[in-house]
């Protein structure tokens, strides 16, 4: 387990269980995102281990951009945004699961309200949802 994004999801987000279901699903989108913890933008700019865009990043923080790569920082505003999706999610009564955030995460809030998401997203909540099970499978096996 990443060990701060741990503490910050506890810190940040009351039960333990749910800060526990948050880790899991922040970091399967980890995984997914950028497996090979990858310095280097991405093709549309992205930076760091949730691949944010500057959009993204800049909704929950005045941090410079740079700063997506460490991973402290992007423990950070992954956690924001985790919590963001998901008060859109419950807001608009579409249960916060992690196929769900992840849904959102890859598509963006309104697509998924919206339902015009495209096929390429659910695959994306698909590969996140079965890592996120690995994880909790895991967790559950160790003493």
Excluded at 55 to 84: C, G, N
Excluded at 106 to 128: E, F, H, K, M, T
Aim: charged letters at 20%; glycine letters at 6%.
């Amino acid at each position: 387990m990443h060990r701060f994004l741990l503490l910050a999801a506890l810190a940040l987000g009351g039960g333990s269980a749910l800060a526990s279901e948050r880790w899991e699903t922040l970091q399967a989108i980890n995984w997914v995102e950028n497996p090979h913890n990858s310095l280097k933008a991405g093709p549309c700019g992205e930076l760091g281990p949730y691949q944010f865009r500057s959009s993204t990043w800049f909704m929950h923080t005045k941090k410079p951009f740079a700063l997506a790569v460490q991973r402290e920082h992007a423990d950070d505003v992954a956690i924001r945004h985790y919590e963001w999706i998901k008060r859109g999610l419950e807001r608009n009564r579409i249960a916060a699961t992690p196929y769900n955030i992840a849904l959102t995460w890859n598509a963006g809030l309104d697509r998924v309200i919206n339902d015009r998401v495209p096929a390429s997203a659910y695959q994306y909540a698909a590969q996140v949802n079965n890592l996120v099970a690995h994880l909790k499978g895991q967790l559950a096996s160790s003493p």
